[in-house]
C-alpha cells in the first residue's frame, strides 16, 4: 500500500495554476495513471485553484491557497483549500451554466464532477471554501485484493 | 487579393505560456494559440482579439488551436465570449485543428454545439466567402 502526500501553499496569482498542474501532472504519471486520466485531473485542479483565486479571492494576489494531494493506497484525495469570501449557496453555485460572469461559463464544478469519483464542497461565508476530490486509481490487473 | 497585412504576437509567461500568432486579412483576423489557455493566459486572448474587433472593425475570427495543449473552463468562457460579443456586430467565430483531447473538454462544454468547428483554416476561410 503506498502512501504520499504533497503540500503546497501558494500565492493566489493566475501564473501559479500551471504549477499546480505541473504538480498534479507529475504524481499522476508516479501512479503510473494513462494519459488521459492525467489530463482530467489537471483540468479538475486547475478549475479548483482557478475557483479559490478568481471566487474566494477576487482575483487579490495577496491572500494564499492550499493544495493538499494525499495518495492511500488505491485512492487520490485533492483539496484546494481558500480563506476568502465563501460560497452563500453551494448547491446553486454547482449547477451547471451558474456563473457570476458572463465571460465564464460556469463550467467550473461541472468538469470537477465529471472527472473525478468524489467532489465535496464546503464553504461558510468569510471563512472560505474546501474543495475535496477524490479520484479511485485503477486496480493494475495483477494487484491482488 | 487586397491588402494582407501579418502581426505576430509572442507572449512569453516563462513555463506556462501561450503564444498567439496573429494575421490579419481583410475583415478576418486569424489567430494561431499555442501553449496553454487557462484563467491566466485568457486574458491575453480577450485583449488580443477586442483590440482588433474594437479599433479595425474585425467581424471574422478564425481561431487555430492545433497548438493548444491544455483548456479548461476559463480558456472556454474566453472563446465563448468572444463568440458572443461578435454575434451582434454581425460577426463570426470559427475554431479550427482542435487536438483531440482539447475537442473532449470542448464537447463536455457543449461549445461544438454553439461554434463552428473546421479541419482547418482554409476550410474556415472557403465557407461563407464565395456567398
Given at each position: 500500500?503506498?502512501?504520499?502526500?504533497?503540500?503546497?501553499?501558494?500565492?493566489?496569482?493566475?501564473?501559479?495554476?500551471?504549477?499546480?498542474?505541473?504538480?498534479?501532472?507529475?504524481?499522476?504519471?508516479?501512479?503510473?495513471?494513462?494519459?488521459?486520466?492525467?489530463?482530467?485531473?489537471?483540468?479538475?485542479?486547475?478549475?479548483?485553484?482557478?475557483?479559490?483565486?478568481?471566487?474566494?479571492?477576487?482575483?487579490?494576489?495577496?491572500?494564499?491557497?492550499?493544495?493538499?494531494?494525499?495518495?492511500?493506497?488505491?485512492?487520490?484525495?485533492?483539496?484546494?483549500?481558500?480563506?476568502?469570501?465563501?460560497?452563500?449557496?453551494?448547491?446553486?453555485?454547482?449547477?451547471?451554466?451558474?456563473?457570476?460572469?458572463?465571460?465564464?461559463?460556469?463550467?467550473?464544478?461541472?468538469?470537477?464532477?465529471?472527472?473525478?469519483?468524489?467532489?465535496?464542497?464546503?464553504?461558510?461565508?468569510?471563512?472560505?471554501?474546501?474543495?475535496?476530490?477524490?479520484?479511485?486509481?485503477?486496480?493494475?490487473?495483477?494487484?491482488?485484493? | 487579393?487586397?491588402?494582407?497585412?501579418?502581426?505576430?504576437?509572442?507572449?512569453?509567461?516563462?513555463?506556462?505560456?501561450?503564444?498567439?500568432?496573429?494575421?490579419?486579412?481583410?475583415?478576418?483576423?486569424?489567430?494561431?494559440?499555442?501553449?496553454?489557455?487557462?484563467?491566466?493566459?485568457?486574458?491575453?486572448?480577450?485583449?488580443?482579439?477586442?483590440?482588433?474587433?474594437?479599433?479595425?472593425?474585425?467581424?471574422?475570427?478564425?481561431?487555430?488551436?492545433q497548438g493548444v495543449q491544455f483548456v479548461d473552463s476559463s480558456g472556454l468562457g474566453v472563446i465563448?465570449?468572444?463568440?458572443?460579443?461578435?454575434?451582434?456586430?454581425?460577426?463570426?467565430?470559427?475554431?479550427?485543428?482542435?487536438?483531440?483531447?482539447?475537442?473532449?473538454?470542448?464537447?463536455?462544454?457543449?461549445?461544438?454545439?454553439?461554434?463552428?468547428?473546421?479541419?482547418?483554416?482554409?476550410?474556415?476561410?472557403?465557407?461563407?466567402?464565395?456567398?
Amino acid at each position: 500500500m503506498k502512501t504520499n502526500q504533497l503540500i503546497l501553499t501558494f500565492s493566489s496569482i493566475s501564473e501559479n495554476v500551471g504549477i499546480t498542474r505541473l504538480l498534479i501532472a507529475s504524481v499522476g504519471a508516479q501512479l503510473d495513471l494513462s494519459l488521459n486520466d492525467i489530463e482530467e485531473l489537471k483540468v479538475a485542479v486547475s478549475e479548483a485553484v482557478s475557483n479559490a483565486i478568481i471566487h474566494g479571492y477576487k482575483n487579490d494576489p495577496n491572500h494564499i491557497v492550499y493544495l493538499d494531494l494525499e495518495i492511500t493506497g488505491d485512492t487520490l484525495k485533492i483539496v484546494v483549500k481558500d480563506e476568502g469570501c465563501g460560497i452563500s449557496d453551494v448547491e446553486q453555485a454547482m449547477q451547471p451554466a451558474y456563473s457570476t460572469d458572463p465571460e465564464r461559463m460556469g463550467l467550473g464544478f461541472v468538469f470537477m464532477q465529471s472527472f473525478m469519483d468524489e467532489l465535496q464542497v464546503d464553504s461558510a461565508l468569510e471563512v472560505g471554501t474546501t474543495v475535496t476530490m477524490i479520484k479511485h486509481l485503477k486496480q493494475t490487473p495483477t494487484a491482488s485484493h | 487579393m487586397g491588402s494582407t497585412e501579418m502581426i505576430s504576437t509572442e507572449i512569453n509567461l516563462g513555463g506556462m505560456d501561450l503564444n498567439l500568432e496573429k494575421k490579419i486579412e481583410r475583415l478576418t483576423l486569424l489567430l494561431r494559440l499555442d501553449g496553454e489557455l487557462d484563467m491566466h493566459t485568457a486574458s491575453m486572448v480577450r485583449q488580443a482579439i477586442d483590440i482588433e474587433i474594437e479599433k479595425r472593425g474585425i467581424r471574422r475570427v478564425i481561431l487555430n488551436l492545433q497548438g493548444v495543449q491544455f483548456v479548461d473552463s476559463s480558456g472556454l468562457g474566453v472563446i465563448l465570449g468572444r463568440y458572443k460579443k461578435l454575434l451582434p456586430l454581425g460577426g463570426k467565430l470559427k475554431i479550427t485543428n482542435v487536438p483531440p483531447h482539447i475537442y473532449k473538454i470542448m464537447e463536455l462544454s457543449g461549445l461544438p454545439k454553439i461554434i463552428n468547428f473546421y479541419l482547418d483554416e482554409a476550410h474556415a476561410y472557403e465557407e461563407g466567402r464565395g456567398a
